[in-house]
Every structure is written in C-alpha cells, then in structure tokens.
C-alpha cells in the first residue's frame, strides 16, 4: 500500500502498438481509467486544464480591452505574444502528467501552486498589456509557473533511475526557462522582452534536438493521452467564449438570439472540425510528424481563443449594422487562423475511416481559411449579419464535407457480428433477421490514404446528382470567389456600379466567355483578375466536360437475373437453376457466364473458414446473348455443393455468385453484370415458367412480366425432387 502523502512516481508507456501506429484514440469520449495502452485522465487533471482554460480567458478579455482602445494587429500580436507563456506552462504540465503517474500529497501541493502562478499570470496580463514598461509581476508568475515544471522532473530524475536522462533533460530545458523569465523582471525594457522570447525558444525549439528526439526514440509518448488533453484545452478554450451568448440585452429578446445563434453556430462548427477531424485521426509515422502536430496546436488554440473573442464582441451589435474593419477581421481572423491550423495539422495525420484521401480534407481546410480572409477583406461593404453568416456558412460547409468524406463511422465494429458467429447462430437455429446488401455495399475500414478514392473516381462511381450538385457548388463558389476579387479594387470594373451584384455578374461573364459588352475591367488589377478567370474557366469546363462524357459513355449492362434460383430435376438429375436475360435485346457476342458459391466449412485442425468454390455449368458460354439464358449446374456427387441440406440450405451456403462478362456490339466495348444469390432466395422443388414463345409472323417474343415466375414441379415416381 503506498502513502499518500510521498511515493515513487511510475514511469508510464503507451503499448508497443500504439506507440508504432501513433494512435490518438477515439476522442468523441473522455475515458477516465487507463486501456488499450493508453493512460486514462485524471480528476486532477481536468481541474487544471479548467483553470488554465480561464486564465487564457482573460487573456481574451485583455485582447477585446486592446481592440476597443483601436490598437488594431498591433494589438492581436501582443496578445498572441502573451498566449505563448499560457501554453508553453500547461504543455509542460500536460507532458509530464502523460509520462508519469504520481498523485501524494507532494505532487498535489506543486500543481496547485502552478495553478496559482496560472491565476498569477491571467491577472496581471490586462496590466502587463495595458501599462508601458516591463511587466514585473507577470514575468515573476510565469517563472513560477514554468519553474514547478522543472521542479517535477527534477523529482522524477531522482526518483525514477529509468527516466534519469529524459526528466534531467526536460527539467533543466524549463529551469534555463524559468531563470530567464525571472531575470526579465530585473532588466529594464527591451532587454526583458528579449530575455522572454529566448526563454519561450528555449522550449519551443527543444523538441527539434537531436537529444530530444533520441529520448522519444527511447521512450514513446503516449499520443492518445496527448489528444484527450489537447482536445480539453481547445474544449474549455470553446466554452469559457460562450457565457456572452446567453446575455440577451433586456428588451431585444429577438434582436440578440439572432447573433447568439450564429455564434453558437460557428463555434459548433469548429467543435465539428477537429474533434471530427483532428481528434479522431492518427499521427502519421514520418519521423517528425507528432512535433508538427504539436506545434500546429499554437496557433490553433490562439485562434479558437480569437474566434471566441470575436463572437463576444459582435455579439452586443446590430446584425444590420456595418462591420468595422477591426470587428471582421478579429471574427474573420480567428476562423481562419483556426481552419488553417487544422490544415496543418491534417497534413501529418490519418483519418480512420474516410472515402476520399486525406489530400482532400487538408486542401480543403486552406481553401476555407483563404475565403474567409476574403470575406473579411470585403466586410466594410457588409453587414455584422452578412459578415457572421458568411463566415458561419463556410464552417458548415466543411462540417457537410467532412460528413460526405467520411460517411461511417470508425468505431462500427463494435457492433458487428463476425460471419463465424453468424454462421453458428444459423446451425443453433438463432438466425436473426439482417437486412441483405450487395457485396459493393460494404464497408472498407482502415484503408490507407493513399489507396482511398480521387475526385475522379468519387464522382464516376456515384450517382449524377453528387456530380451535378458538386459542380454546381463549385461554379457558384468560384463566382464568388472571384468576385470578392474584384471588390478589392473597386475600380477594377467600369461602366456599372460596383457592388457585389455586378462584380459577380461580371465574374459569370468572364467565365461563360459571354461579354455583353457593359461591363469591362478598366485597371491592371482588373485584367489580371480576368486572365486568371479565363485560364480556371477554361479548365474548369475542361474538366466538367471530361466527368460528364466519361459518365455518359460508361457502359452500363442490360442483364437481368431471376430473382431465386430453383432446385429442380433435369433429365433426371438434380439441378441449380437461374436465368439470365438481355433486357435491351442488343447484341452481346462471346458472352461467358461464372458462378461460384461461398461456403462455410471447417479445416481439419478446427479452423472456420469461408471458401470460395465455383460451380461448373451445363453450358458456361453464349456465341450471341440476346434473349434469355437458362444456366444450370448439376448436383451431382462431384458438385462442391453435394452436402448442402437443401431443406436448411443457410446451415452451409452463405451466397452464390453470378458474373456474366461479354461484348457489348453497341458500345464496342466489355460489358459485364453480377448477381448475389442468398440462401433464402433458393426455391427447391420449382421450375421457371417458359417466357420465350413465338408470334404469327415469325418473330420471338420473351415475356418479362413472367421473368421471375416459377411453377411446382410435379412429383416423380420417387416422390421427391432435388
């Protein structure tokens, strides 16, 4: 039994597997007790991350005080400045907690002394901000704060012989930290200022060592640990920004839900993103990747913590009002400083279930920032509503396309039932009812990036309306886009007035090559806007018109199966029976028909397995498929399906599969069809109805209405049949 009031921290390391793969875990869910490998959160833990999530909240508070008093990006830098102390604490605090655990009293007693120098530090940052000169008291609460970081791995040097080099290395990088920020506070201005940022480089610059990178080898990081308390922070960042929602100004009850839920709006946008996108990935195994990861979490944070400022400040406005510069650029900012972030972070990370590359997601999340940017350059000709709905709007597009790239979810498998268990509930008469799905239908997990679909082939393999509709998007987007372009010289457009109507007009002139002959570009910027315009709308339609005609002209087969397949008698002998008929009635030469079966057996040793046999047919090939085509198998004792019960024929047969590859005479061209067959589709004892009869005048006539049609066969001598 240990004490709680002093022991030996234990040295804690993810499993080797989660190590290699680099796995952040499913971070929809906060899990309190270690698994899989990975550590769990502490109580302690989470009280600490809320009490750095405030203190960061009045550095917020600090910044919306800069921007009142018209200090403008001055302002924004100063501040992010300030956040870089804040995180480089709680990063220190966080890492040490992944790589140990301890919790007596002593370990206790240093982070409530950290969370004071927190509280230290928050408040003195308004003053430290606001008043000119050397903010003593701030560099005094920072030096505390990073100093008990050194003082916790000086405790693991001494107490734990296996992580000797990493605490020594680590707790003297925060002691050389610490001392300068202490020091700063003696030294007159600029001189403090520049001991602040050699000590913040100090540890921002540590992880890239040859020695630090050498301990990691050593010791690996719990990385799903990593990702629970990152997406804390950012969490808690998300929440300390929402209390201003919830003040609606007496007597505009309506006038202030209006902005309250486009805020809630956007920031749960923002939520969607990365604990959909970040926290559900893994962190690739390039040597490297995680420190990208970890630094891709500065600005990121900042930017959720700019993004929530925004949201309180716009919040208290008109929606009809006109958006000042400094209120669209801290909104605008904010949202893609944030969506920028995650796009970098998105470059050394894998989503784990998702049909597009993750190319797609990182292409995307730049895109977004790059408009919103856009949106803000144009905000002096909006309004806060249109400012904030645009803004909001781009959010809950990458939430839609996130849901599109990614339509299942990774953790399915927790309810699925193996086909071996399937199949023993079948033999104990416990077969419960599943709805069937095609085979095409089925769910690939965990394929790698670089083998998941293009654009290319998400487009031809799906339905029209998702190519019609992205095209759509796309058009209008980029009209849009560039029309935004055009505002941001007015004069770049002559003749017509200038507002956003005619710039877009205008755009949609250029890229249709229309030019009525009204509006023009009158400056450089304006023909270098349409060159650009011109060469994407060429290739764009270039584009659009490749997708379409590889659509239209992909063949697409005429076969029609029967629904069941019969077990009938044929000259005497037991016989599978389906067919197959050419529902355009064109000409299909050299057509070849394969039917196999997939059945449950077990091996020798007692091993279950799912084979794949094929069944040999009466007649496997057509010189000229053009109306129907009975094909036939017969179970005779060489048929791989001699032993199936054809009373219980689900017992062993789980699917027959039917492929008929041929060529189409129409399209010049291979054509191919398939068809499953299920257990329960087998009819024993039935025969197809004949569907091909002839009229006066000669001709053949195949009946489809009776395709499906099958009749009782009538009992032989024997009394049975099949």
Not at 110 to 130: D, E, H, K, N, Y
Not at 194 to 202: D, E, F, Q
Not at 265 to 280: E, L, M, P, S, T
Request: charged share 15%; hydrophobic share 50%; with cysteine.
């Amino acid at each position: 039994m240990r004490s709680r009031w002093f022991h030996v921290p234990r040295l804690h390391l993810p499993s080797m597997g989660a190590a290699r793969a680099g796995g952040l875990g499913d971070a929809s869910a906060l899990s309190m007790t270690a698994g899989m490998g990975s550590k769990g959160t502490s109580w302690l833990a989470i009280f600490y991350d809320l009490v750095v999530a405030a203190a960061i909240a009045r550095l917020g508070e600090a910044l919306a005080g800069s921007l009142a008093q018209g200090e403008g990006l001055f302002g924004v830098a100063q501040v992010a400045g300030y956040f870089v102390p804040f995180w480089l604490a709680w990063t220190g605090f966080t890492f040490f907690e992944g790589r140990f655990t301890v919790d007596d009293f002593v370990q206790r007693t240093v982070v409530f002394l950290q969370m004071v120098a927190l509280v230290a530090m928050g408040a003195t940052v308004p003053s430290a901000i606001r008043d000119p000169g050397p903010p003593r008291a701030f560099a005094f609460a920072t030096a505390a704060a990073l100093g008990l970081v050194a003082l916790m791995h000086l405790r693991a040097r001494w107490q734990v012989e296996r992580a000797r080099d990493y605490s020594g290395y680590w707790g003297g990088v925060y002691g050389v930290s610490a001392t300068l920020w202490g020091v700063s506070a003696a030294v007159p201005f600029p001189w403090a200022y520049l001991l602040w940022g050699v000590g913040s480089v100090a540890i921002l610059g540590s992880p890239l060592s040859a020695r630090s990178r050498t301990l990691v080898d050593e010791l690996p990081f719990d990385l799903a640990y990593l990702a629970k308390r990152y997406g804390l922070l950012v969490l808690f960042v998300l929440g300390s920004g929402l209390v201003p929602l919830f003040q609606l100004r007496e007597g505009a009850v309506l006038g202030g839900l209006g902005p309250a839920l486009l805020g809630l709006a956007a920031v749960a946008a923002v939520w969607w993103i990365y604990f959909d996108d970040v926290a559900g990935s893994t962190i690739r195994q390039n040597r490297g990747a995680w420190i990208i990861w970890l630094y891709g979490h500065v600005p990121l944070t900042f930017g959720v913590l700019v993004l929530m400022v925004a949201i309180e400040t716009t919040f208290v406005l008109d929606l009809t009002a006109t958006c000042t510069a400094t209120q669209s650029w801290l909104l605008t900012g904010g949202f893609a400083l944030t969506l920028a972030s995650v796009g970098v972070v998105d470059a050394v990370t894998e989503r784990r279930q998702a049909e597009l590359s993750d190319r797609a997601r990182v292409i995307s999340r730049l895109v977004a920032s790059a408009s919103t940017l856009l949106v803000g350059a144009l905000a002096s000709s909006m309004t806060v509503g249109v400012v904030v709905g645009a803004t909001t709007a781009i959010g809950v597009g990458l939430v839609l396309f996130d849901m599109a790239m990614a339509p299942f979810d990774a953790v399915m498998d927790r309810e699925a039932t193996g086909l071996a268990e399937i199949a023993r509930r079948r033999q104990r008469g416990e077969d419960e009812a599943r709805p069937r799905r095609d085979l095409s239908e089925a769910v690939r997990r965990g394929i790698p990036s670089e083998r998941r679909q293009d654009l290319y082939f998400f487009f031809i393999e799906g339905s029209w309306s998702r190519l019609l509709g992205a095209l759509v998007v796309v058009y209008v987007l980029v009209n849009f886009l560039f029309a935004g372009l055009y505002l941001l010289e007015p004069e770049s457009i002559g003749i017509a007035p200038q507002d956003f109507v005619d710039a877009f007009s205008f755009s949609v002139q250029t890229m249709s090559t229309i030019g009525y002959g009204k509006l023009s570009p009158e400056t450089n910027y304006g023909h270098l806007m349409v060159a650009i315009e011109a060469a994407v709308g060429l290739l764009g339609v270039a584009v659009a018109t490749g997708l379409i005609f590889a659509k239209v002209s992909l063949p697409r087969s005429g076969a029609i199966f029967s629904n069941n397949v019969v077990v009938t008698k044929m000259d005497g002998v037991p016989t599978l029976v389906f067919r197959c008929g050419n529902a355009r009635g064109n000409e299909v030469v050299e057509a070849t028909m394969r039917v196999a079966a997939l059945v449950d057996s077990v091996s020798k040793e007692g091993h279950h397995l799912r084979r794949i046999v094929d069944l040999p047919l009466v007649r496997d090939r057509s010189p000229v498929f053009t109306l129907s085509w009975t094909i036939m198998h017969t179970l005779d004792e060489t048929s791989p399906l001699a032993g199936v019960d054809w009373s219980r024929p689900g017992d062993h047969l789980i699917t027959v599969i039917a492929t008929m590859l041929g060529h189409d005479a129409t399209y010049g061209t291979t054509t191919h069809a398939r068809h499953l067959y299920y257990p329960e589709d087998i009819v024993v004892g039935h025969h197809f109805v004949d569907v091909i009869s002839q009229l006066d005048d000669g001709r053949l006539m195949i009946d489809y209405t009776r395709f499906h049609d099958v009749e009782p066969d009538i009992a032989d001598d024997e009394g049975a049949t099949g």
